[in-house]
């Protein structure tokens, strides 16, 4: 019989530049601001989340593990539309047999407890040992099927078929623009109504509403990867590439006429020798210099990049660094 190739965890720290844009278009919008581009009202730089951007990674890998609708193994993703999450915390009590939980527990010195319950004297886990292995087991189950618990982490201690919480291997930063952005409304018009009703009383005209972008904006976003906790979460070498595979092309896959012309303009990955790290992350991070050729640019090429080229990172011994994109 022929042995499948395991891929090995993650077994060296990396920290990663990441560089991307938006052009007439809305990058991620701020449902406390009637969805107007996020910014920094002190600088007025624009705002990406990291959960903007972790949300195009998990559809990416989705779709790009998936045939017909159905994932590979190994790469389901946890938090995905169309899902409860308590439906995906299921799923491993109903592969493995499981019996659901009812009981508290202190989880990483969060406990679980009605307001009456609170005292100053600390609270004893009321799981009993089984319980505890229950919750292991799920867990587990969970690293190992879903790619976003073992990458990102989850919380997935809610509801009685609890799967305990795992702290995610990679992590993402805000993402900021290098430039202000400016929101722009703009005013659009439909030329039906929604409901019957309206439309006799308005004797059929149309409506109105609105949409905001930015003309132009270079977003710049930093990344960590501890092999350490890839270690415990089963983060491999494979998962890793799917990862630079996303953060490349994940825009292609998530066109709309708010975010037509977004694309990765660059990914600097810094690799060490050694799990600890060979060198300070934000010291790798100011070799990657950007500047701008005008006071208000526009476009992508209104800015110049300086940066290490692939190989040995001169000063910095132990660390690598590779332009993926």
């Known amino acids: 019989m022929t042995q499948v190739a395991v891929s090995p965890a993650v077994a060296n720290r990396y920290d990663f530049v990441y560089l991307f844009d938006c052009k007439d278009g809305n990058p991620n919008g701020d449902p406390d601001m009637a969805n107007t581009p996020r910014f920094d009202p002190e600088t007025f730089q624009g705002i990406v989340t990291d959960v903007c951007l972790k949300r195009k990674i998990r559809d990416y890998v989705f779709a790009a593990k998936s045939q017909s609708g159905t994932p590979e193994t190994g790469y389901d993703i946890f938090v ?3 899902h409860s999450l308590e439906s995906r915390q299921r799923m491993p009590y109903d ?6 939980v009812t009981g508290q527990h202190e989880e990483d010195g969060h406990a679980e407890h009605s307001e009456a319950e609170v005292s100053d004297k600390p609270k004893k886990s009321k799981f009993k040992k089984g319980d ?3 919750i292991k087991k799920a867990r587990d189950w969970m690293c190992r099927n879903f790619f976003d618990v073992r990458t990102f982490g989850a919380v997935m201690s809610t509801t009685e078929f609890r799967c305990g919480q795992v702290r995610g291997p990679v ?3 805000f993402s900021r623009s290098l430039h202000r952005v400016l929101a722009t409304q703009h005013g659009i018009t439909r030329v039906n109504q929604t409901r019957e009703k309206e439309y006799i009383e308005k004797g059929g005209a149309g409506t109105f509403g609105d949409k905001h972008t930015i003309a132009y904006g270079l977003y710049l976003g930093h990344g960590f990867i501890n092999p350490f906790l890839a270690e415990q979460t089963g983060f491999t070498e494979k998962d890793l590439a799917i990862l630079w595979q996303a953060l490349g092309r994940m825009f292609d896959l998530d066109r709309s006429a708010a975010r037509g012309l977004m694309a990765c303009r660059g990914l600097w990955v810094f690799r060490h020798d050694s799990k600890l790290g060979d060198a300070s992350a934000h010291r790798l991070f100011e070799l990657v ?3 701008a050729k005008k006071e208000s ?4 090429r209104d ?3 300086n940066a290490p080229g692939d190989g040995n990172v001169d000063g910095f011994e132990g660390v690598t660094v590779k332009r993926v994109v």
């Not at 592969?95 to 659901?100: E, Q």
């Not at 640019?297 to 992508?300: A, C, Q, T």
């Open 80 to 82: 995905l539309g169309g």
């Open 95 to 100: 592969n493995l047999a499981l019996k659901p």
């Open 132 to 134: 505890i292995d229950t």
């Open 171 to 173: 992590q993402l930063t």
């Open 289 to 291: 210099k950007i500047t």
């Open 297 to 300: 640019p526009r476009e992508f």
């Open 303 to 305: 800015y110049e990049i």
